[in-house]
């Protein structure tokens, strides 16, 4: 079993930064022996919910959709199990709630399909005002 729990959400002023946090933890969880693709996504209200960025534990390569890139920074620290999501300059259209997902393997073309992910957190809201 793989626990996520992020964490970092609030609302700020366009313009503005947050870091989302996502803690990992269980007993199916270990990057000593296994890679994992470590995803965030996000949901607007009455919107599909799509991948933001992505990073891969074996290479630290990180991914991002079209939309965020140069304003958000996909990290992780090893040795806290944790995958932050720095977002910069955002935007009202940023605004949504942000989940952090899992999947064995590394993350390749698939990162962005939120189909091919078995674990999610619970979500932490974002919202950016104008």
């Known amino acids: 079993q793989v626990h996520l729990m992020e964490s970092g959400g609030g609302s700020v002023q366009a313009g503005g930064s947050l870091r989302l946090s996502c803690a990992a933890s269980?007993?199916?969880?270990?990057?000593?022996?296994?890679?994992?693709?470590m995803a965030w996504f996000r949901q607007a209200s009455g919107e599909e919910r799509e991948g933001v960025a992505a990073?891969?534990?074996?290479?630290?390569?990180?991914y991002y959709a079209d939309s965020v890139k140069g304003r958000f920074t996909i990290s992780r620290d090893s040795s806290k199990n944790t995958v932050y999501l720095q977002m910069s300059t955002l935007r009202a259209e940023d605004t949504a709630m942000y989940y952090c997902?899992?999947?064995?393997?590394?993350?390749?073309?698939?990162?962005?399909?939120?189909?091919?992910?078995?674990?999610w957190g619970q979500g932490t809201q974002v919202t950016v005002s104008s």
């Open positions: 997902a899992a999947v064995s393997g590394i993350c390749g073309s698939r990162w962005p399909d939120r189909a091919v992910y078995n674990h």
């Open positions: 990073v891969s534990t074996g290479t630290n390569y990180p």
């Open positions: 269980g007993h199916g969880y270990s990057t000593y022996n296994s890679a994992y693709c």
